[in-house]
């Protein structure tokens, strides 16, 4: 049985997960409306042609969706910086740099010219005061930064994959834990019979991660040790440390043989812990 702190740390932990996955679809989906308005509102005339001939859509109706690009968009790159910060460290400075222009920039250019100059309405005037860079070229480095954002999925999907990998050993280690309870007050069989249902569902867990079929509906351990062995998911000794645990935990389940010993559930507990420690 499962603990009540067990329980609430899982409860945590999986409100965190859907926490983040929240906050990730908010800020991609705000960054879409964000480049919307801020096409709207430099390049009107393109998005509405391409809104009433090609997407035959309302255009008034759309633009009145969306939000002030001036007024909304700290407060998404904030956030946005955050994120990656965590996910994504290694693109966290040109995702500032897109904001931010740096100290040393002689002269503003298209290629260079950022949020920041957007927000404060930077421009560049050339002959007869035609405006050789301004706002406009604030849309090729938003896109850029929505790039970097949406680069982060593939990374925020695999610390999802290892949260939930975290979560489903806290429950197994927690399962081991009424063993070890079970263990100290010598209900042997008890305790090695939870050893093989933690072990039996860390290998339907690990065949998964290596999109394994499992033919049978009800696989017991040597079955899977056998499969994992079969597929070189693990080597010889690994298998075999397996087998030497299953040995344990199906004596346990069959009453008309002998009595486990404490020494083997003790073993058999640590065996199983190492297991779920470094099988995936």
Not at 90 to 114: M, S, V
Not at 183 to 207: P, T, W, Y
Not at 212 to 235: C, Q, R, T
């Amino acid at each position: 049985m499962i603990g009540k702190p067990a329980i609430l740390k899982f409860a945590a932990m999986t409100a965190t997960l859907e926490r983040i996955k929240a906050d990730f679809k908010k800020l991609t989906d705000q960054g879409i409306h964000l480049h919307n308005a801020l096409r709207v509102e430099q390049i009107p005339e393109i998005v509405e042609e391409h809104f009433t001939e090609v997407l035959k859509m309302d255009y008034q109706a759309f633009t009145k969706t969306l939000p002030s690009f001036a007024l909304t968009y700290q407060n998404w790159y904030s956030q946005a910086r955050e994120l990656i910060s965590v996910l994504l460290p290694g693109r966290l400075n040109d995702f500032t740099a897109l904001y931010q222009p740096p100290k040393n920039r002689k002269e503003i250019k298209k290629e260079n010219y950022t949020l920041e100059d957007y927000l404060k309405d930077v421009k560049v005037f050339g002959f007869e005061d035609k405006v050789l860079v301004g706002p406009v070229h604030a849309i090729p480095a938003f896109e850029q930064q929505l790039q970097i954002l949406n680069s982060v999925k593939s990374r925020f999907e695999s610390s999802l994959l290892d949260i939930q990998q975290l979560i489903r050993t806290e429950l197994l280690d927690a399962e081991l834990d009424a063993a070890e309870l079970l263990l100290k007050n010598k209900c042997l069989r008890a305790a090695g019979v939870i050893c093989g249902v933690v072990l039996s569902k860390h290998l339907v867990q690990v065949s998964g991660n290596h999109h394994l079929k499992i033919s049978k509906k009800n696989p017991s351990v040597a079955f899977l040790n056998d499969l994992l062995k079969k597929k070189e998911v693990y080597d010889v000794p690994t298998w075999r440390f397996i087998q030497s645990l299953d040995d344990v935990q199906s004596l346990c389940q069959q009453s008309k043989k002998r009595e486990p010993l404490p020494p083997e559930i003790n073993d058999l507990i640590i065996g199983v812990d190492k297991v779920i420690k470094t099988v995936w």
